[in-house]
């Protein structure tokens, strides 16, 4: 439509800032672990976590900088997905309600015939700064047995129950009938011309994004809703308090490993790679159980527990992991087979 129909940019730019704040919840913990891993990892290439952890310092203190990012990010995104994204969805349904209905006129540039969907053709000499439009030309050919123009000093785009439609004042209407040849001419002081299939749309329901927290897990209560919408919408309330935890989550999937593991002086790719691999396994989870969640509300606590057993585990292993035990381990068993 911006490059159709002449639409101004800022509306583009408008629609596509308002989708950011879904888009933030999505790509922030991707791109937090990214980062973490990535500064772990120079830390321990360039001998400084191996220096730390030779003057005692443990794991944990050392993830504790991926611990506050990941907690400032998180307390975030709460606000992103209980604040932020029910009021851009709610703007970007309305905005876009009003360019495909409600703003035909921006469709009409000056000095331009623009060509509508249903056979009209309509020229405007110029935009009005009270709304108004003057040098009216309008060319209807949506009757097959006949064609219409219709010319007028000033009109003004008005919008009703059944769409938009444009009121010519003080013009002149010409039809040519195309069976007969018949002309026919007359002079008016007002006359309105319908754009058609230009709008009539009624404004979408609002989705679940657009609701709160509270409506969400209470959307069981609402009778007008039906059972697979109420799944949706308490699938999607839980969602909302648990996806922010996935930015701490992540934090900790990044550096757990290179913090906790073995240095090896030609790179850290194993430990990498299974960091990857547990990030992609928690991700792909929480889509995989949110399906199964909208199909049946007994897959909720698992919603919990792919987020929650990830954090656990990393942080059991932050605190409480000793290489050093496994290694005593593995000797003394080798030792008592040997016996």
């Keep these: 439509m911006v490059t159709n129909k002449g639409l101004p940019l800022r509306l583009f730019v408008e629609l596509t800032s308002l989708l950011m704040p879904r888009l933030f ?15 772990y990892n120079r830390m321990l290439a360039d001998r400084e976590l191996v220096i730390m952890q030779a003057a005692g310092i443990s794991p944990w ?53 623009n060509n509508l ?24 050919e949506t009757n097959p047995e006949r064609k219409v123009t219709l010319s007028a000093e000033k009109g003004r785009i008005i919008y009703t129950q059944s769409g938009p439609k444009i009121l010519l004042i003080k013009g002149e209407r010409q039809e040519i009938s195309k069976s007969g040849g018949q002309f026919s001419s007359l002079q008016f002081e007002r006359y309105s011309v319908d754009f058609g299939i230009m709008g009539g749309k009624a404004i979408k ?15 069981d209560t609402d009778k007008t ?32 490993g290179l913090l906790i593991g073995n240095f ?15 990030m992609i396994l928690v991700q792909g989870g929480d889509l995989i159980i949110t399906n199964l969640a909208g199909r049946s509300l007994y897959f909720l606590p698992l919603l919990y527990a792919n987020c929650l057993f ?24 080798a030792v008592c087979d040997v016996q």
């Design 25 to 39: 919840s999505i790509l922030s913990p991707i791109a937090l672990f990214a980062s973490v891993m990535f500064v």
């Design 61 to 113: 203190k050392n993830a504790k900088a991926a611990v506050y990012v990941g907690l400032i990010l998180t307390l975030f995104s709460v606000y992103v997905q209980n604040v932020g994204i029910p009021a851009a969805e709610n703007s970007f349904r309305n905005l876009e309600w009003e360019i495909r209905n409600n703003v035909s006129h921006l469709m009409f540039r000056e000095g331009e015939f």
């Design 117 to 140: 969907k249903n056979n009209m053709t309509v020229f405007i000499s110029k935009h009005e700064d009270d709304g108004s439009v003057s040098g009216i030309l309008v060319h209807d």
């Design 205 to 219: 329901p609002a989705s679940a994004r657009e609701k709160t927290l509270w409506q969400l897990l209470n959307a």
């Design 225 to 256: 809703l039906s059972d697979k919408d109420v799944r949706k919408y308490i699938v999607e309330g839980h969602r909302r308090l648990i996806t922010p935890w996935y930015n701490l989550v992540f934090a900790l999937l990044a550096c757990t």
């Design 264 to 278: 090896n002086r030609r790179g850290q790719g194993k430990i990498v790679f299974v960091s990857v691999t547990a």
């Design 310 to 333: 990830p954090l656990a585990v990393c942080v059991y292993l932050l605190l409480f992991y000793n290489p050093f035990f496994w290694i005593r381990y593995h000797k003394n068993k």
